[in-house]
């Protein structure tokens, strides 16, 4: 079992608890559309898409994470982390959390993604749903972003639980400063993915 190279985890907060002051207008169809990452960018048209795996080890997972998957503290997990790239231009960093009785059955050929993309598959399988999203602003040298992708400017960042098969893990992206929002609606609608909300609390005057 590897060590974390996380110390301090981001502050996310459930998109309902968030005031539209916090969040603003720009991010907010992109950072809580419900559909397939990476059928979004590869949609873009902005360049090649490619998935590289930069790290995967088993790990105790992050506090927050633990409690999202209802977790053991010492319980670990297979921790995946990847970047997504348009013709080599690094636009997503993307955590993934798989607890161990989560890679078995109809899911065990998740423990050997390499560089596929994972969202090509969850978005595949039947019954998925995922979880309303959380939403962090992270600082660009946040110690959550490997080190060769940490930036000048802070970063919006999302994450939400998948439930496929009966089984529970956990996605998080975080959009680094090469990526350029796509046009999208902002999902207001219940959908075979779960319900993400869309309901910005109004900001306090």
């Known amino acids: 079992m590897s060590q974390s190279r996380i110390v301090t985890e981001p502050q996310w907060r459930p998109i309902a608890q968030i005031t539209s002051m916090q969040l603003p207008a720009a991010p907010r169809p992109w950072l809580l559309d419900d559909g397939s990452l990476t059928s979004r960018l590869i949609a873009s048209q902005q360049g090649l898409f490619a998935v590289q795996r930069l790290s995967q080890s088993w790990e105790v997972p992050l506090f927050s994470e633990r409690r999202l998957l209802h977790q053991a503290p010492r319980q670990q997990a297979l921790i995946r982390e990847v970047v997504l790239s348009l013709s080599g231009r690094p636009v997503v960093f993307a955590r993934s959390v798989?607890?161990?009785?989560?890679?078995?059955?109809?899911?065990?050929?998740?423990?050997?993604?390499?560089?596929?993309?994972?969202?090509?598959?969850?978005?595949?399988?039947?019954?998925m749903h995922r979880s309303p999203f959380e939403v962090a602003h992270i600082a660009g040298d946040s110690d959550y972003l490997p080190r060769h992708l940490r930036q000048a400017q802070a970063a919006w960042a999302r994450r939400c639980r998948f439930e496929v098969q009966g089984k529970s893990l956990l996605v998080s992206e975080v959009f680094l400063e090469k990526f350029i929002p796509w046009t999208a609606p902002l999902p207001v609608h219940r959908t075979q993915r779960g319900v993400v909300s869309a309901a910005i609390v109004p900001a306090t005057q």
């Open 98 to 127: 798989f607890p161990i009785s989560s890679l078995s059955g109809g899911l065990a050929h998740l423990r050997r993604l390499e560089n596929k993309s994972l969202g090509a598959i969850l978005f595949k399988q039947s019954g």
